[in-house]
């Protein structure tokens, strides 16, 4: 017998027999009424006012404790210095992995780099440390190509896009790892002391992000203003979604849904904005998903908030292979991260520590027992990206224009416009550029 | 609209604009009770015991005791009325009262009815088509033990909403949780008397 539904079950509840009372039964009661019922002077008027029922204002309570105590620890975390909390993060990290995950042995100190010296191109970038030849091969079945092994259209070396440019964190020394070097910081009072001098620059790059913003590709080493990441970060609030890293590590899911592209493709041809609240970054990702299977790249990108932001994108699961991919990032190395969105791929913002050497590891994903290290270097400019990469940023960026941000929409189809070129299925470039075009022109009607 | 949210609403929507006509006429009757008027005693008896019964009818499937069970609970509603706060309407506390009698009763073991021979006496005879009669009403019979079987916050609110034909607002003020909280706990105990009736029925 299949299970009843909530409709059959209501309908046998409400049927009504006859219930008639026998006979008598209401003189019976009627009989029984007491000459005098008590009830008299004590009974007050009736109050029919809504009266909030306790537990909604227990709820209540508890919600504002809850505001406050947030508003308590965040006040306090952000007169912790920076670099306790790398500590601390660092502290963890030290702590025996699990034989599988590892990390670059971090006591391999780079030479040191002069302000004056030049930042590494992407061709001129140390390579990324080639993988044990057992975790090579155990790659290579997953997608993973070793670097010269295939070439991409861009000249970047195959599988994971290579290199660092014009991005790099403007020209501080590089120094020692910073787990080494917070590990030579015995006194704490040398952090601390320190410390203020972090919070600056962490603030200026909060505050003042539309004065620090992504080199362009025609200017990789120039920084130059961009007034709607400026606009971004202050109307979305300056620590929004961002996260510190934890060792703990992230599980990557996936969403193949493009119910919200359907649903702005619709409402844009109809000459109207989609609802803000119904867009989901993942679902516009999907539907520009160019289907690059078993990659992570990185890239600096003309819409991110500043110099030392990059952008990460995972694309771990090929063709319906669903095996765990869990992702670390190193907070010797990463400041902090922002998931932009998850469809079929995932898309971080990080925020780098300054200083950090372009050997450095960035992050950790795992794919099963599989550990695929991503360092600095592998973080290209844009214009070095993969096309799937770049349409995918454009995507996301798209996405967020539509959820109420503020964004350049006509930069957003002429860049979807370049990265279709370089697209074997350039449609999606072009539905995109030209999507971004019709935004455009209806937010100027 | 969820089929839960159709039920409810069919169910209660005319109780609700009911309610609020019926808590004027109750207010004045009580009104006219507190001045010493016994006919308003009697007319709020005549206003009420018919729902009375019928839920004790439904609860207890017995007719007899429904009716012993409902002069009970205006014997305790007598003596329980100086602590009536006027918060919900009289007749939603009315309810409460025959609703504990009901477990009150389920609880002295010496007056304890086993259902299965209940059942078995409350098929009648001369019925007309007794093969009908007999399947409905042992299905209403599953449904109600179904019903009993059910956590207590959830029984009482399928009893209130269905058997006692309350407005959810009125449940809801009653029990200090909000009407979302009231349907949450229809379609929990939906979940449970779908599960119950089906492993019956095996």
């Known amino acids: ?445 | 609209m969820s089929p839960l949210a159709t039920a409810v609403s069919t169910s209660t929507w005319g109780s609700d604009l009911r309610s609020r006509a019926e808590a004027g006429e109750e207010g004045r009757l009580l009104a006219a009770l507190a001045a010493g008027d016994r006919q308003a005693a009697e007319r709020l008896v005549e206003r009420t015991y018919r729902g009375i019964y019928g839920l004790l009818r439904r609860l207890c499937g017995d007719p007899d005791l429904a009716a012993d069970l409902t002069q009970d609970t205006y014997r305790k509603a007598w003596d329980a009325l100086p602590g009536f706060d006027r918060r919900s309407q009289f007749s939603t506390w009315l309810f409460r009262i025959a609703y504990t009698t009901f477990l009150n009763h389920l609880r002295r073991p010496r007056r304890l009815v086993p259902l299965e021979e209940k059942h078995e006496a409350a098929v009648p005879d001369p019925a007309p088509a007794a093969d009908e009669v007999v399947g409905r009403d042992m299905e209403g019979d599953r449904l109600r033990r179904a019903v009993l079987a059910l956590p207590d916050d959830l029984r009482y609110t399928v009893t209130a909403v269905f058997w006692g034909e309350l407005p959810v607002k009125e449940i809801a003020r009653q029990e200090g949780i909000t009407t979302v909280a009231i349907r949450k706990r229809l379609k929990k105990a939906f979940r449970l008397l779908a599960l119950a009736l089906e492993e019956d029925v095996r």
């Open chain 1, 1 to 445: 017998m299949s299970r009843l539904s909530e409709r059959e079950i209501a309908r046998k509840l409400a049927e009504r027999d006859e219930l008639e009372p026998p006979a008598g039964l209401l003189e019976k009661i009627k009989s029984e009424i007491p000459p005098m019922i008590p009830a008299g002077t004590g009974v007050p008027e009736i109050d029919r006012r809504p009266s909030m029922p306790p537990r909604q204002r227990w709820l209540i309570a508890a919600s504002l404790a809850a505001m406050a105590g947030a508003s308590l620890f965040a006040l306090h975390r952000m007169e912790v210095p920076p670099v306790e909390e790398t500590a601390r993060a660092a502290a963890s990290l030290r702590q025996p992995a699990p034989p599988q995950v590892f990390f670059p042995p971090p006591p391999t100190v780079p030479p040191q780099r002069s302000l004056a010296q030049p930042h590494s191109l992407p061709d001129q970038a140390p390579a990324p440390k080639p993988a044990p030849p057992r975790e090579q091969d155990a790659l290579k079945p997953l997608g993973y190509v070793r670097q010269g092994e295939e070439k991409v259209a861009d000249g970047a070396p195959g599988g994971v896009v290579g290199g660092l440019a014009g991005g790099e964190p403007a020209a501080a020394p590089a120094p020692p790892a910073a787990l080494s070097e917070l590990e030579s910081r015995s006194d704490k009072k040398e952090a601390a002391a320190e410390a203020p001098a972090r919070d600056e620059q962490r603030r200026s790059n909060l505050v003042a992000s539309g004065n620090e913003n992504l080199p362009r590709s025609e200017t990789p080493a120039q920084e130059v203003a961009k007034p709607q990441a400026a606009a971004r970060a202050k109307a979305a609030g300056a620590d929004h979604g961002w996260k510190v890293p934890s060792p703990q590590g992230i599980t990557l899911e996936t969403d193949a849904g493009t119910a919200s592209y359907d649903l702005a493709r619709r409402s844009i041809a109809e000459g109207k904005l989609p609802d803000p609240a119904a867009i989901r970054v993942g679902e516009i990702l999907n539907a520009f998903d160019t289907g690059d299977a078993l990659r992570v790249e990185g890239a600096v990108t003309p819409f991110v908030q500043g110099p030392r932001y990059r952008l990460l994108r995972l694309h771990p699961f090929r063709g319906g292979r669903q095996a765990q991919a869990r992702l670390s990032f190193n907070p010797t190395t990463v400041a902090r991260y922002r998931l932009v969105g998850t469809g079929l791929s995932t898309l971080y913002e990080i925020e780098l520590r300054p200083g950090a050497p372009s050997d450095t590891l960035v992050a950790t994903l795992r794919l099963g027992e599989v550990d695929r290290p991503v360092v600095l270097s592998e973080l290209v400019p844009w214009d070095k990206a993969s096309p799937g990469f770049r349409l995918a940023a454009l995507a996301a960026e798209f996405a967020e224009i539509l959820k109420g941000s503020s964004g350049d929409l006509a930069e957003i189809a002429r860049q979807a416009r370049e990265a279709g070129q370089d697209l074997p299925a350039s449609a999606k470039a072009t539905e995109l550029a030209e999507m971004a075009e019709q935004v455009k022109g209806i937010r100027e009607k």
